[in-house]
């Protein structure tokens, strides 16, 4: 597998025109030591790159999920997962499409449909996904009306300035208002303010250092 070479601190350009799929498994039959399984991967070699073409349509990044998100061996009761399948509501994926530092598109897949995000979509829209009743079995009710999601969406970035710009002129809005900023206090860990990078470092440390660098810059 080609990203076993991610490994090496000399090819830093290995992730350009690739695919590269990040899973977290939250079932609790396959939790181990008490932590989700975490997995990084290449799809397969029929939807792994990015053609280098100024033209490629759009529609081309959606094509190569909807051929696969999790390779699994081809069998009739066995079959790969793309971004089509609805599997009960279960499987959310983030699809994040990368041109250029002022050009990252992020789209919410879940059950057959796509919606872009941003940053503020943490607030407004996910928790329509998971705060099911007044109940709050799993504590999403009371995190999404805490400050620490507004803190959450804070520190994630995402940057289309060409949509941006097409966004607040047909909507009326000022560079405030979309996309929308949260004022949050500073979060202190040891003395040290919690950034992106701290993130990345502390919760994913078995990553090549490529990939952290890749992450930190979305997360800065």
């Known amino acids: 597998n080609g990203l ?6 000399t090819n830093v350009n290995y992730l350009k025109n690739r695919r590269v799929n990040m899973v977290i498994d939250l079932r609790e039959e396959y939790r181990k030591d008490d932590q ?3 997995a990084v991967f290449e799809p397969p070699k029929t939807c792994n ?8 349509p759009a529609e081309y990044y959606f094509d190569q ?11 009739e009761n066995n079959p790969k997962i793309d971004a089509t399948e ?3 509501g279960q499987l959310l ?3 994040y499409h990368v041109n250029a530092a002022d050009d990252i598109k992020c789209y919410l897949l879940w059950q057959g449909c796509s919606q872009r995000f941003y940053p503020q979509d943490i607030v407004e829209v996910l928790p329509k996904l998971f705060v099911c009743d007044d109940r709050d079995t799993f504590g999403n009710k009371k995190f999404a009306e805490s400050v620490g999601i507004k803190r ?3 520190k994630m970035k995402i940057t289309d300035t060409k949509f941006e710009e ?3 002129s047909i909507n009326r809005l000022n560079e405030k208002e979309f996309p929308k900023q949260f004022d949050v206090p500073t979060e202190h860990y040891s003395g040290q303010s919690y950034s992106g990078q701290a993130i990345v470092t502390s919760l994913l440390p078995k990553l090549p250092n490529v990939l952290k660098q890749e992450l930190a810059q979305i997360f800065n």
Not at 4 to 9: E, I, Q, T, V, Y
Not at 49 to 56: E, G, H, K, S
Not at 65 to 75: E, F, G, H, Y
């Open 49 to 56: 790159t990015i053609p280098v073409d100024p033209l490629l």
């Open 4 to 9: 076993n070479d991610l490994k090496s601190k």
């Open 152 to 154: 959450l969406a804070s």
């Open 93 to 95: 994926t983030f699809s």
């Open 86 to 88: 609805i599997l009960q």
């Open 65 to 75: 999920s909807r051929k696969c998100l999790i390779p699994r061996p081809a069998t």
């Open 36 to 38: 989700n399984v975490f």
């Open 166 to 168: 097409f966004y607040r």
